[in-house]
């Protein structure tokens, strides 16, 4: 006999697999239940029960951090559904880490040609640092750049409420179709998030 699959998290706060959550509720039962959990409590019990708690609280914590923050939530969320993003996945970070290569990024089209220009820029702005040398145009283009990269960023992060309610949506009325759309989205639009964060990180770098 093999032991039950642990909850989700979402059912440890006996939540459905919903992208929108009321974050101060969710801080609410998260103590509620931490309190439940307290070593103390469990002081005079068996070691085992003792162990089990531990766990549990453990489980606890990690649900706690992953539904408050919205990203964490849409990567756990898919997960769930089979879908692990090559850029989050820790298996692809470990193989980056055992290779000494790069993880694999997903160039949105509509970024191709900045991305192109940018690493360029990036590229010129390194070879000049090398030999003590400053551009102040190419230090200006890529501030610049990192503005616009930066409400990119904010903009995706706008689409991805947008999406968690469709994704909500679609699960409520058990529409299975509105679900693979919202989901297929979510990924697109996580991937997209992904490399521009990884820019505006390469930009920073550099200036």
């Known amino acids: ?3 039950a699959s642990p909850p989700t998290y979402f059912a440890i706060f006996s939540l459905p697999p919903h992208l929108g959550i009321d974050t101060p509720a969710l801080e609410k039962s998260f103590y509620a239940l931490s309190r439940r959990l307290h070593p103390d409590r469990f002081a005079s019990r068996p070691a085992a029960e003792q162990e089990e708690a531990l766990a549990e609280s453990s489980r606890l914590n990690d649900a706690y951090r992953t539904l408050r923050d919205p990203i964490a939530r849409t990567e756990y ?13 820790s298996a692809a970070t470990a193989q980056a880490r055992t290779t000494g290569t790069t993880k ?13 220009e940018l690493n360029m820029q990036l590229e010129e702005m390194r070879a000049a640092k090398k030999i003590g040398e400053d551009d ?14 930066d409400a990119k960023l904010a903009s995706a992060d706008a689409d991805l409420v947008t999406l968690h309610t469709q ?5 409520d009325a ?11 989205a979510m990924v697109a639009l996580l991937n997209r998030r992904s490399y521009l ?5 390469d930009v920073n770098d550099a200036l």
């Open 136 to 149: 102040p145009q190419l230090r200006a283009d890529l501030q610049r750049a990192k503005v616009d990269f």
């Open 77 to 89: 969320l898919l997960k769930l559904e089979g879908i692990e993003l090559e850029e989050q996945s």
């Open 197 to 201: 964060r990884n820019l505006v990180r």
């Open 167 to 171: 994704w909500d949506t679609a699960l």
């Open 174 to 184: 058990n529409d299975p179709a509105a679900k693979a759309s919202a989901r297929d």
């Open 1 to 3: 006999m093999t032991d």
């Open 104 to 116: 694999k990024q997903v160039v949105p089209e509509d970024l191709l040609e900045e991305a192109f």
